[in-house]
């Protein structure tokens, strides 16, 4: 973690005014910081963390994405303290859930967060023992921040001024490498958040396995759509910082914003989830770098598969890019990733190992499948979680690694809950989540497998397939598709469905809809969609 502070400092000293991070601020106004003033920044946060908390501590910050809240993540990690990036979207009831188990007094957040929390800590108690400072959105003219102190909740305790100081090369070069550097919390698609604990030296680990997998220089420009509380967005984040190059901050997702900074910044690389490339795609808006001597280089669909029709159409959207597919958890990072020369002839893999790390697919016994065979997914090396913050969730995810004496050199394992299997040329393909596989009528289904199917047969945009309990403690299967055919309904769509699938695989209802929920990490919000599916499937036997 030390290294990624030392290079922020060295590129600052090399070269001072290169510029290091772009917000998008709309309408085709940008605000830049170059390299000395975002080391001066974060410096000057480093020294803030430093006299305001205590080792053990892991800050949370809880700021939506800005140059304040890269200062504060590269402050903490020169500080070598503990962070965590909260997702500025999520509520009262998930941040009091998150505070309540992260060690420390401090929280960095904003003006906003704190109206919203003032009113009402009396139900969390936890929001109350905290000491709250208040970050501006955006720096001022003069490059300066102030924060407000919130002791208890309680406005107008002390004010802090931390103007934009001459750079402080100022690191402690004491190696904590084996202590948490970063706490990530999971989405909680399928319940609370789960505190996932990143040790330092796998931080810097992962930014630099990026760099050396995606062949990042300083003369790259990425675009950073993605939250800091995503591990993608992070990794992102450092590695930006580790190879020198700038990172354009934007905070919509509307297709034609995204091809406007594209092409104004001059990006060569675009880090993204599936739900961006789907609307991408619906709206055929290209993604085009025409400023001199730049060209999109390449992007990432990260944080979950792509369908098969969206990965045929997505070299259209991003033509002479190189398109990345990787696969992995926040407990694991990256297992695996295809490079964009063997897309075209397996668009269905994940890949091979990334990086250093290594996957093996096992069966029920322990042992590695044969090929084609499939089994339990389970990742070593590089991108292994410390493990959960609330450590009795281990039990089970991170064990032992039962193939050490087999030339893997990393002593633990993290038993992912996914399932596929490898080829014969050792790539990975990823079926289903364990937990994703339901009994119908005493067959085994994948959802996945059947919004796979209604992809191929009707077009659709997008497809969700979600498992709902009924009374009688069977499954049924509802589907929600926004069809590319506006009058597409589901009856015809059904009837078409029906052809080719058993009948135990037919969703009980098929919902036609304009757009699905997302979570702030661009993830479908499955817990939304399983509430919609049980009320259409009640009103469906009324």
């Known amino acids: 973690m030390i290294k990624i502070y030392e290079r922020l400092l060295e590129g600052a000293i090399k070269d001072g005014a290169k510029p290091a991070l772009t917000e998008y601020l709309g309408k085709g106004e940008y605000r830049t910081l170059s390299r000395a ?71 960095l957040t904003d003006q906003q967060a704190v109206d919203l929390v003032a009113t009402e800590h009396l139900q969390y108690p936890k929001l109350a023992e905290r000491s709250w400072r208040i970050a501006p959105a955006r720096l001022n003219a003069q490059g300066n921040i102030t924060l407000l102190g919130m002791e208890g909740i309680a406005p107008g305790i002390s004010e802090l001024i931390l103007p934009i100081k001459a750079l402080i090369p100022r690191v402690n070069n004491v190696s904590k490498s084996s202590e948490p550097g970063c706490c990530l919390f999971t989405s909680g698609s399928t319940g609370e958040a789960k505190g996932v604990l990143i040790s330092q030296s796998d931080l810097f680990a992962r930014a630099e396995a990026e760099v050396n997998w995606f062949e990042l220089t300083e003369n790259d420009i990425l675009l950073g759509l993605l939250p800091f509380s995503f591990d993608v967005g992070l990794n992102q984040l450092l590695s930006a910082i580790l190879a020198g190059t700038e990172l354009v901050l934007i905070h919509s997702w509307m297709p034609a914003d995204v091809r406007r900074v594209c092409e104004e910044r001059g990006v060569t690389g675009i880090s993204s989830v599936p739900a961006l490339w789907r609307d991408q795609i619906a709206s055929e808006v290209k993604l085009l770098s025409t400023s001199e001597r730049k060209s999109l280089r390449y992007v990432t669909i990260s944080g979950g598969g792509l369908d098969p029709v969206s990965l045929a159409k997505l070299p259209q959207i991003v033509p002479g890019a190189g398109i990345y597919k990787t696969y992995g958890q926040t407990e694991t990072f990256r297992s695996s990733s295809l490079h964009p020369t063997e897309f075209a002839a397996r668009p269905s893999s994940v890949g091979r190992p990334f990086g250093k790390s290594r996957f093996y697919v096992i069966d029920e016994d322990g042992s590695i499948c044969k090929p084609g065979v499939s089994g339990h997914i389970v990742h070593t090396g590089p991108g292994t979680m410390l493990g959960y913050i609330d450590r009795s969730l281990d039990e089970g995810k991170i064990r032992e690694n039962p193939f050490l004496q087999d030339g893997d050199p990393f002593s633990t394992a993290v038993y992912t809950g996914d399932y596929g299997f490898v080829d014969e040329h050792g790539y990975l393909y990823v079926e289903a989540r364990k937990d994703e596989m339901v009994k119908i009528k005493g067959n085994r289904v994948y959802p996945q497998e059947v919004a796979s199917q209604i992809m191929l047969i009707s077009g659709a945009s997008a497809v969700e397939v979600v498992v709902v309990q009924n009374d009688i403690a069977e499954h049924d299967l509802v589907a929600f598709v926004i069809p590319c055919i506006l009058d597409e309904d589901s009856a015809t769509i059904f009837r078409n469905l029906r052809k080719r699938l058993p009948s135990y695989m037919a969703p009980s209802k098929i919902v036609t809809c304009r757009s699905l929920p997302k979570m702030s990490n661009g993830k479908t919000d499955r817990q939304a969609l399983e509430a919609r599916a049980k009320e259409v499937l009640v009103n469906q036997d009324c």
Request: include cysteine; proline fraction near 4%; hydrophobic fraction near 50%.
């Open 37 to 107: 003033e975002l080391a001066a920044l974060s410096a000057t946060f480093a020294d803030y963390w430093t006299g305001m908390t205590e080792e053990g501590d892991i800050v949370p910050i809880f700021l939506e994405r800005s140059a304040v809240c890269v200062a504060a993540i590269l402050g903490a990690i020169g500080a070598q303290r503990a962070f965590a990036c909260i997702n500025r979207k999520n509520r009262v009831p998930q941040l009091h859930h998150i505070l309540g188990l992260l060690p420390g007094r401090l929280i």
